[in-house]
C-alpha cells in the first residue's frame, strides 16, 4: 500500500524550509551538500515555453526517474479517455465520478478504481506510447503511486494535453483535453500549491503529488502543470525526493519552479 498518501491542508507559506537544495543565481539548480545524509534531497525540473519554437524542454538538474506519487493521476486518466475514445464513446457517469475528485482533490479511491478499469500498468504503458511518454513506468500491482518517471517526460504527458502537434492527430481528441484542462484549471484550495507558484492565478492548470515513503520516512513532493508568466505560457514539472516533511518539499518545489521558469523565460 501507497504509505500516507492523503490530502493535506494547504501549507503556510511563512513555514516552509528548502533542505539540501540550492537554486543558483544562473538560474540552474544544482544539489549542495547536505549537512546531514537524512537532509538528502533532490529535485529536478523541466520547462517548455509554448509561446515560441522551441520543441523540447529546459532540464534543471539530473533527469532521473522519480515516484510519481498523485501527479500520476493525470496519465491514468489520459489513459482512460483514449480508451473511451476508442470505444467511440465519452466517459461513462461512473467513470467521470471518479475522474472529477481524482484530479480536483487527489481522492485515491477514485484513482484506484480507474487503476483497475486502465488495466493498471499494462494498460497506462499503452497508452504512454500513443501519449509519446517514453520514460515512465507503471507501479507494480495496486501501487499506481510508485510508477516511476523523469521530468521531461511528465512534459510530454502535458503537451499531449495542451500543445497537441499542429499537423496529423492527436492521440487525445479535443474533447478530451478540453476535459482534463478543465479538471486541472479546477483543483480544490487545498491543492492549489506547486508549479502555480511560478505563475499568475489566471492560466494556470496543475496537478500535484506526495507520499511519505515507509522505508525512509522521507516524503517525494512532485508538481505539474502549465502556468501563463507575463503573458507568455509554460509548461512545468518538477519532481523532487528525499524531502524531511512535506512543508520542506513543497518549499523546495516551488522555489524551484520559480528559478527554472525564471531561467527558461530568460533563454
Do not use: C
Amino acid at each position: 500500500m501507497l504509505n500516507r498518501l492523503r490530502s493535506v491542508p494547504r501549507p503556510r507559506t511563512g513555514a516552509l524550509l528548502v533542505s539540501a537544495a540550492v537554486l543558483l543565481s544562473a538560474g540552474a539548480l544544482g544539489a549542495a551538500a547536505p549537512a546531514h545524509a537524512e537532509d538528502a534531497s533532490r529535485v529536478t525540473a523541466a520547462v517548455l515555453p509554448l509561446d515560441g519554437a522551441r520543441q523540447q524542454p529546459v532540464v534543471y538538474g539530473d533527469d532521473s526517474p522519480y515516484d510519481t506519487a498523485s501527479i500520476v493521476k493525470v496519465d491514468i486518466l489520459a489513459t482512460a479517455l483514449l480508451r473511451a475514445q476508442d470505444a467511440g464513446r465519452s466517459l461513462t457517469a461512473q467513470e467521470r465520478a471518479w475522474a472529477e475528485p481524482m484530479i480536483r482533490e487527489s481522492d485515491n479511491a477514485a484513482a484506484n478504481a480507474l487503476w483497475r478499469q486502465i488495466g493498471r500498468a499494462p494498460g497506462l504503458a499503452a497508452a504512454n506510447k500513443r501519449l509519446g511518454l517514453t520514460e515512465t513506468q507503471g507501479g507494480p500491482g495496486a501501487k499506481w503511486g510508485l510508477t516511476r518517471t523523469r521530468a521531461s517526460d511528465q512534459i510530454r504527458l502535458l503537451r499531449a494535453v495542451f500543445d497537441p502537434p499542429k499537423t496529423g492527430p492527436a492521440a487525445l481528441n479535443e474533447t478530451s483535453r478540453t476535459y482534463l484542462r478543465t479538471l486541472m484549471n479546477s483543483v480544490d484550495d487545498e491543492q492549489a500549491w506547486g508549479v502555480s507558484a511560478a505563475g499568475s492565478a489566471s492560466g494556470t492548470a496543475l496537478k500535484n503529488g506526495w507520499l511519505q515513503r515507509s522505508t525512509t520516512g522521507l516524503w517525494d513532493v512532485n508538481s505539474v502543470g502549465r502556468i501563463t508568466v507575463g503573458g507568455h505560457r509554460y509548461l512545468v514539472a518538477v519532481l523532487s525526493a528525499g524531502n524531511a516533511s512535506m512543508d520542506d518539499g513543497v518549499s523546495l518545489v516551488q522555489r524551484t519552479a520559480r528559478t527554472a521558469v525564471s531561467s527558461a523565460a530568460g533563454r
